[in-house]
């Protein structure tokens, strides 16, 4: 009997021990607002060991490191590549792995894991850079500042996504071994592609991510081409609603793109937008993945562009992201991809584009790498990001619109244009004096003005702000002159080093000038104060280029100031600009 009573204990307890093993292939959906993109845990326990592998729909899948179960609770870490400093910060050497900690519950049949925070979307410490270099800049791709989720490598964020994510298991049977890698492509040639005729001025419109991210749908897309349409901003020049990623579903049986649950029908959602006299812009990269997950267009560039063309898409968005796993980077710098492979990866789609039936803006998201203005033209470019993400705080945008579009100015002109990212104005993360200047300055260097906020409920400085016609007929003066930096003037050393990489100035200082001629021969002039108290800054005619007495106008009190000689002066508030126009 005691024997008997022995082996049915030991029966119930090996019993138990299975029920609460974790081998098998866990998936939990990613986003509330979708059926979005599932995340995999491959797990084998041996007791209260785990291994395995984890795989995102946006990168390669990582090994499971130091993976233990004790009670109901399962800890783990994984390893993802770093990424290493951009532009003239660069390094040779490859950047050190980002670790990231996880840890997750099992709660009856059902595995709940916390998404951690912190850069690349996940409690991991990005390696510091190489000594003798600079830190990679804020608001850039990858970094805490970026805003959630943006760069490649880390879990696909943004609003709307899944936190706890919720695993179910879909099978007990043991994983294999980790998936290898694909064979990356590597590109030796390219074939030019024609200019479309499009962006003979730069583009202005709104853009879903800044505001939405994952939570953009149908209803808000309708929502902001009423708006857009009704409260002056189509007046002023806007006109493309673009779509940013997340609306992408699966693909057909014949490889065609599908659009989400989001996005019941885009072709009608087309036609809604365009019956407002507006134009729609969508999200696509050439990767696999998007940078949230969804599908890419590698492989898949021709379908895309046509199926774009049948929806009616005026405007797409081309993000490099999961480009990095399937195309081969620079050797001699891994952090970048090589450039002629991501030159003719981004020529695939601008040919597709060209010959889809439909003119469609190409806009290059590749954050500046590589020199993309020396090439962005030839692939089919329109525009061309020049940086990282931007993100709503004032630190953000004078790093990149101060300190990174410097020696850019060359590149731009009409139907190519350099591109420092959307606009965050009205998000509530500056001040509306920080909000004027960041305006004025995309005006002046002629840049994209796509508005990243809910163009629903703006305050009226806001609107006001975004609508200001005299300092939008700057940035789009057809003679099509990015504005360059005249005071203080950029020493010849750093315009070299500007020239040759993707530099960043460092010479600005608190006080700066930034001037550009317009086609009616008069100048646009930016006097800017980035310190912490009101400034006095002086617009030099010889700076200028300019001599005698010229009338100015300023052109946020829309007033005219009389005629000057020699020079401008004016107080300009902390963070704040004087934007003028000096008559020819």
């Known amino acids: 009997m005691r ?33 979005g993109r599932k995340m995999v845990l491959a797990l084998t326990q041996q007791a209260g060991a785990v291994t ?27 390893e993802r590549p770093g990424r290493g400093a951009r532009g ?86 043991a994983p294999g071994a980790l998936p290898a890698p694909a064979a990356r492509v590597t590109l030796t040639s390219y074939t030019p592609v024609p200019y479309n005729g499009l962006a003979k001025t730069p583009p202005m419109g709104w853009n879903s991510w800044n505001k939405f991210q994952g939570a953009v749908n149908d209803a808000n897309v309708r929502g902001m081409a009423d708006a857009m349409a009704s409260n002056g901003m189509k007046a002023a020049g806007y006109v493309y ?90 050797p001699g710098n891994p952090s970048k991809a090589l450039p002629m492979t991501e030159q003719a990866a981004y020529a695939k789609m601008g040919e597709a584009l060209y010959k889809s039936g439909r003119k469609i803006l190409f806009s290059l998201c590749e954050y500046g790498d590589n020199d993309v203005g020396t090439w962005g033209a030839k692939v089919g470019g329109n525009v061309w990001r020049t940086t990282g993400d931007i993100s709503d705080r004032w630190e953000s945008m004078v790093n990149i619109g101060f300190g990174q579009q410097v020696g850019r100015e060359k590149f731009a002109g009409p139907g190519h244009w350099n591109d420092p990212d959307m606009l965050e104005i009205g998000n509530g993360g500056m001040t509306t004096e920080e909000y004027r200047t960041h305006m004025s300055l995309w005006c002046l260097l002629s840049a994209a003005l796509l508005a990243g906020n809910d163009l629903r409920d703006m305050k009226p400085e806001i609107l006001e702000i975004l609508t200001n016609k005299e300092a ?20 010849a050393d750093e315009a070299a080093t500007i020239s040759a990489k993707e530099g960043r100035s460092t010479t600005g200082g608190d006080l700066q ?56 002066s004016a107080d300009v508030p902390s963070h704040g600009v004087v934007m003028i126009k000096i008559a020819k």
């Open 472 to 491: 939008i007929a700057v940035d789009q003066d057809k003679l099509g002159k990015q504005a360059v930096r005249v005071s203080p003037p950029v020493p």
């Open 513 to 568: 000038v930034f001037a550009r001629p317009l086609a009616d021969g008069g100048r646009a002039v930016g006097l800017f104060n980035l310190s912490a108290a009101t400034a006095k800054v002086t617009a030099k005619w010889s700076d200028i280029g300019i001599k005698g007495s010229h009338k100015v106008r300023d052109l946020w009190a829309h007033a005219d100031r009389g005629a000057f000689t020699d020079s401008f």
């Open 88 to 173: 003239a910060a660069a390094s040779t050497t490859p950047p050190a792995p980002v670790r990231t900690e996880y840890s997750a519950v099992l709660q009856g049949d059902k595995l709940v894991m916390t998404m951690p925070s912190g850069p690349g979307g996940g409690g991991g410490t990005p390696a510091a850079p190489p000594a003798g270099t600079a830190a990679a800049p804020p608001g850039g791709r990858g970094t805490a500042a970026a805003g959630p989720g943006r760069g490649p490598g880390g879990p696909p964020g943004g609003r709307g996504m899944m936190n706890p994510m919720e695993f179910s298991r879909v099978s007990t049977a």
């Open 52 to 78: 395995g592998y984890m795989q995102q729909p946006n990168s390669t899948a990582v090994a499971i490191l130091d993976g233990k179960v004790a009670g109901n609770t399962l800890t783990f870490a994984v």
């Open 3 to 35: 024997w008997l009573r022995f082996c049915v204990a030991a029966l119930a307890c090996a019993a138990a021990a299975n029920a609460q093993s974790l081998t098998g292939r866990w998936e939990a959906r990613m986003y509330q607002v979708d059926e």
């Open 241 to 330: 609603v673009n779509i940013d990623d997340t609306w992408e579903a699966d693909r057909d049986a014949k490889g065609m793109i599908r659009s989400n649950s989001k996005f019941p029908d885009m072709k009608a959602l087309s036609d809604y937008v365009h019956s407002k006299g507006l134009k729609l812009g969508i999200y696509s990269g050439p990767g696999p993945f998007t940078c949230a997950g969804y599908a890419g267009s590698f492989n898949h560039e021709e379908q895309d562009a046509k199926q774009y063309a049948a929806w009616g898409i005026d405007y797409l968005k081309y993000d490099w992201c999961s480009g990095g796993t399937v195309y081969a980077n620079d």
